[in-house]
């Protein structure tokens, strides 16, 4: 296994220089001239504002939508009647209102013809239920839109769904077929977990190009501004089973910026399978994503499950030029979920792949305490080794895709449950202390779910601190998932970091599974 690991609380990893290769895609396809015009503006005007001081965009102007709280928000709907581009090709867009959370708007243009033309506020186009219908008389010329959303005949040819929204900051999600909500991807993360507090950049401006009738991908062109930088974004969407979006990132700081979070990812954890805890809920797991996945440099896969804590922690996977990284949602069997509402198993995972070397740097893990699903407690990005200094810019190309379980090109198999308890035997007269861990990691796929049980599968394991021990690989009943289990003696207090992978006469057979144990989170 390459000697890469995750670094928590001092932990170094390490790893060897290899040019990328990304084989060219639909995307790779020449652009319209109005988008490289646009595109080219839109960075001329980032490059400005960078030069300049940034100035705080204002909020709502009138009283009306300044009291805009939760239920008058949901009680406010777009009229579909009202679609941009509605019944003139595959792609219709609907705009989202402004109030409650959304007190910034962003500018909206449509570009048709090669001619943007800026989308002005109208109350008609929004139907006010509710408690949202006092604001069917207000005054909100001016007020601006909140994000926007695109449709497409995604699951049924007859009906346009829902796959793509821009919606706060420069927050935005995705959904293939037969997907629902889930994780958010963001434009940018600037000092997330940092002691002096997160940045949050935010889309001040679109284009969306208007697609022929019979395309089947959209171009979106958008303004970014924060404090410490401003940026031009291109994404072009290609929405189908697994949606694909291309993205360039043209970046330029106002300001020194120590930690830049280039493909942020934001999810939420609430409790699982590896949890070191019983959750008083009737649900066995609640959780948009369960794993950070990375492909490194080299081609090893890593499988990092996900973990709701007792205090902030944060790990990196140092690497040069990764291949891809992702939070990913495995299970996708509703038994183990069990929730009606919300349907965990239809959440989509995302995988990021950059297009160009990005050189030395992390994937930078961040696991936040957090005691209500509602709470989007799990960030990971791309973290370059060299900061971005004041009037510097650079450029970043990547690929981010929806997928299910697992990626295409994944062949080894895959974690596919992590469980730990207390490593006592049931019935000792003198039970160990608690703070001895059992753990059991269940691999599937590839040429190991293919293997008898006579076949000597043997278990790889590495531990930064503390003592492994009974170390065994065994296949289970189902004749295709094979179990690897040890007990863990933590050193202390101090975090365990582990790797495990299954090999066969010094073949992989699998992923890396790596996981941090905090003896501390013991409940």
Known sequence: MTPLRWMATGLLAAGLIVASTVPPTWADAPLPESVVDTFAEVTERARRLAASDYEVPTGHRTEALREVDYDAYRSIRFRPEAARWRDEGLFSVQLFHPGFLFERPVRLNLVEDGEPRPVPFRSSWFRYDGAAASLAKADLSGAGYAGFR???????????????????????????????????????????????????????????????????????????DSPSLAGAYHFRVRPGEHVEVEVEARLFA????????????????????????????????VHDSEGLLMRTHAGEWIWRPLNNPLELHITRQQDVN??????????????????????????????????????????????????????????????????????????????????????????????????????????????????????????????????????????????????????????????????????????????????????????????????????DELR
Not at 159 to 164: G, R, S
Not at 483 to 497: V, Y
């Open 254 to 285: 106002r300001r020194d910026v120590q930690k830049l979070g280039i493909a942020p990812l934001t999810s939420m954890f609430m409790h699982g399978d590896v949890s070191p805890f019983p959750a008083d809920d009737f649900r066995p797991r």
């Open 150 to 224: 695109v449709h497409y005949p995604l699951n049924r040819e007859e009906y346009h769904d829902e796959f793509l929204v821009f919606q706060g900051a420069s927050y935005f999600r995705l959904v293939g077929r037969d997907q629902g909500y889930g994780l958010s991807a963001r434009g940018l993360a600037v000092d997330t977990a940092t002691a002096g507090g997160e940045e949050f950049p935010a889309f001040q401006e679109f284009w969306l190009f208007k697609p022929e009738p019979t395309a089947t991908h959209l171009d979106l062109v958008a303004l970014i």
């Open 322 to 519: 990764p291949a891809g990284f992702g939070l990913a949602q495995r299970d996708r069997d509703f038994d183990h979920y069990l929730d009606m509402e919300s349907r965990y198993e239809r959440r989509p995972s995302h995988w990021v792949a950059p297009l160009d070397d990005w050189g030395p740097g992390s994937v930078e893990l961040v696991e936040i305490p957090s005691d209500s699903e509602t709470n989007d407690n799990i960030v990971t990005y791309w973290v370059p080794e060299a900061p971005l200094a004041a009037n510097a810019s650079r450029t970043y190309r990547y690929r981010l895709s929806t997928f299910d379980a697992r990626r295409p090109e994944q062949t080894l198999a895959g974690a596919v449950r992590t469980r730990q308890g207390w490593g006592a035997v049931p019935g000792q007269s003198d039970p160990p202390p608690r703070s001895l861990r059992q753990f059991m990691v269940d691999f599937r796929g590839g040429e190991l779910s293919s293997l008898d049980a006579s076949h000597p599968v043997e278990a790889s394991l590495e531990v930064s601190s503390g003592e492994a021990r009974q170390v065994r690989v065994q296949r289970l009943p189902d004749g295709e998932t094979w179990r690897a289990s040890f007990r863990l003696q933590p050193e202390g207090t101090t975090p365990a970091d582990m790797r495990l992978a299954l090999t066969l006469r010094d073949r992989p057979m699998s992923e890396t599974w790596n996981y941090v144990w905090h003896p």
